[in-house]
Each structure stands twice: as C-alpha cells, then as structure tokens.
C-alpha cells in the first residue's frame, strides 16, 4: 500500500490511515526473548512500575454496548461506534504473579486501530493513581479527552478535560483536536501531560484540576506539505512521553507525523525557564519516554515504515544520549507503546499496543537498565 500525499488528508485520516497499514502487520518474537508477564490485553499504551515493584498497565479497551454514529475515519461514511467502559487498569504483583482489574475506564471503538480510543498513560503521586484517557476532535471523536484519578473504591474520578482546554485555547493555533497521552509527576508536584494532537505540554493541579500550558511545541520538517500548517512542508510533532532529570528539566519524545521518516524523530528538552531545545536528534517514531535507574533516558521506537507500509517487528527500546549518539539495547519488538523499570533495572514494556483484541502483553527484560548491561 502506497501512502497517499498529505495534503489530500485531514488529520483524522492520516492517523487512521498509520494504523490501517500497522494492523495489517504479522507479529513475531523480539530479537532477545523477555518473559510475558501479562497479556490479553486490548491495546495497552501505558505501563507503571510503582515503588513497591508492582505493575500498573492501562490499556485501550473495546468499546461497549452503547453506539455512537461518527464518519469512518477512512471511508467517511457513517458507521457505529461502540462506547462504553472496556479500556482498564491491570494490576500485577510479580512475587505471586496474581492480577487483577483495579478501574474500568472510556472507550470507544470499531475496528482495531482504525476506530478505537481510551486508556493512554498512568502517573502515581502520594499513592494516588492518576490516567489520561480517550481523545477529542470537534469533526469526529466524542469529547472524552480528560486527565482522571482513581479513588479507594476503583472509581474513575474526572480531574480535568484536555477537551475543553483545547476548545478554550487551542494552543497550537491549528485544527481544534486533543489527545491527553503522556504523563508524569513533575519536580513542582504538578501532574504533566503532553497532547499529541495538540501539540502542547500542560502543568494539571492534581487538587483542582487547573490546566497551565508549559510551551507549544513547532513541526518538525517533512517532505511532504501539511494541508493544517499552511501547506509548508513540515508535520506535527506529535509529542508522546515526558520524563525528568534531577534539576528539573523536561525532555519530551516526539513521534513525529506521516510520513515517518526514519531519524525524524527526536527529544527535547525544557529547562526550567521554558526553553525549548534539541536533546537527542536521529531517532524514529518515539512512543515514550522513561529516565532508568541508571540515569539514563530510554525510548520505545515504534517501528519503521516505508512508502509501502509498517516493516514487521521493527520496534526498539533505544538508550537516548544527547546528540546524535542514541543506540538501540532492544529490537524486534512488535508495535511496542510504553517502558517503565523496576529499582534493579529490570524494564516492562507494552507491546502490541495496536492489533487485534487480547493480543497485547506485557513483557519484562531482565536487567535492561541495571547499570551491568554491557552497551551493544
């Protein structure tokens, strides 16, 4: 399958059209072997290791019982979309391997990958668990873009909408569409959350739900034109994971947009003052980002795609250094989404984050970022 011209696209059918050509793909094991730690999982996006050495995973969902009648992002014909609370919380705990749902969250869904939003990313602040679920766009998707937490009882408790910020501000200046997805405990005790569709890093009060917006992030260049950016040949930057260093700095990954050019991917930082820089430069489709305990930056890659679609198991976990020098640790992981690590280094990493229902896992690597892994 040939991608077609940008330009002749919105931006709902160019993240349809990614996903039709990923789900298209065979899976296979990864070039070193982990161990599934837990699977069935329908589209998991966000794994978090809590300080005790226990597992939060969130993942997509499929959809419910309820309909909701949008244009097929591909088609534009109008088609049921089922809605209801199937996206969810798993928790593992590694000593006994038992498992449980602790929260049911959003999620619609008509196809896998094609049609489908819901649970996206976890944070833990003073044992408080906190998510961004499901995305917004004033075309097609129901305003379900918001930031939660979970309460004693395994409820989902709305903190703040990404939606209407997004409708009020519209940070970006572009088409009015959010997706809260990445998520962090920020040094200021703050929640902070990068949109992907909006382009933008927000500061979330976990005690009001008050959204301050950090900066604006600028496209990143393409060789194709953006019909949304004035057709200049750039695509959005598409921020997708945010991590920390010990002064307090951000560094965000990027994705970036179609056409996925192999090494336009990349990580920026902003300082402490707001300034917005280029930290790492080279990289490809970056899902997350996580620091490990052996303080260095760690990113999950995708895959590669070419004019002709998604190359199968092309997915990595990649040690992020600054400049031009990143190099892979991991390979052969199947649409991976999401890292996080134990205090020994030992790294979970989502994968199959897009595919067919029950297809998705959590697979532990022993040792990844333990400090005596030899650098490849």
Do not use: C
Not at 130 to 159: C, K, Q
Not at 243 to 267: H, Q, R
């Amino acid at each position: 399958m040939t991608i077609p011209e940008e330009s002749n696209m919105n931006s709902k059918q160019i993240t349809a059209l990614v996903v039709a050509l990923v789900v298209l793909v065979t899976t296979s094991a990864a070039e070193e072997t982990g161990t599934t730690v837990i699977s069935g999982l329908n589209g998991p996006m966000g794994v978090l290791v809590a300080g005790d050495g226990h597992v939060l995973v969130i993942d997509t969902g499929i959809g419910g019982d309820d309909k909701v009648m949008l244009p097929h992002p591909l088609s534009g014909q109008t088609v049921g979309y089922g809605y209801g609370e199937s996206a969810r919380i798993v928790h593992l705990d590694p000593e006994s391997g038992e498992q449980r749902n602790i929260a049911n969250l959003s999620s619609w869904y008509f196809e896998p990958g094609i049609g489908n939003a819901g649970g996206a990313r976890l944070a833990l602040l003073d044992g408080t668990i906190y998510a961004t679920v499901g995305g917004f766009s004033e075309d097609l998707l129901p305003p379900m873009a918001s930031i939660i937490r979970i309460d004693d009882n395994g409820r989902a408790v709305h903190l703040a909408n990404a939606a209407e910020f997004e409708s009020a501000t519209n940070p970006d200046g572009l088409s009015l569409e959010s997706n809260p997805y990445g998520l962090a405990v920020g040094p200021d005790g703050n929640l902070w959350m990068v949109d992907t569709a909006g382009n933008s890093l927000v500061k979330v009060n976990p005690r009001t739900g008050e959204m301050e917006l950090v900066t604006v992030f600028d496209g990143v260049s393409s060789p194709i034109p953006h019909p949304n950016r004035g057709g200049v040949l750039e695509t959005d930057p598409a921020p997708t994971g945010i991590a920390f260093d010990g002064e307090g700095n951000a560094y965000v990954s990027f994705l970036p947009g179609i056409p996925f050019v192999p090494g336009s991917a990349k990580v920026v930082r902003v300082g402490v003052d707001g300034e917005v820089s280029d930290y790492a430069t080279g990289l490809t489709m970056i899902t997350d980002l996580r620091r490990g305990p052996d303080g260095f930056f760690y990113a999950v890659s995708f895959g590669e795609f070419t004019d002709q679609g998604a190359i199968p198991n092309s997915g990595a976990i990649v040690r992020v250094r600054e400049g031009t020098v990143s190099e892979k640790v991991l390979g052969g992981l199947s649409f991976p989404t999401s890292i996080d690590f134990s205090t020994a280094g030992d790294a979970y990493v989502t994968i199959n984050g897009i595919g067919a229902p029950g297809t998705g896992e959590v697979v532990m690597y022993k040792g990844l970022a333990s400090g005596t892994r030899p650098d490849p």
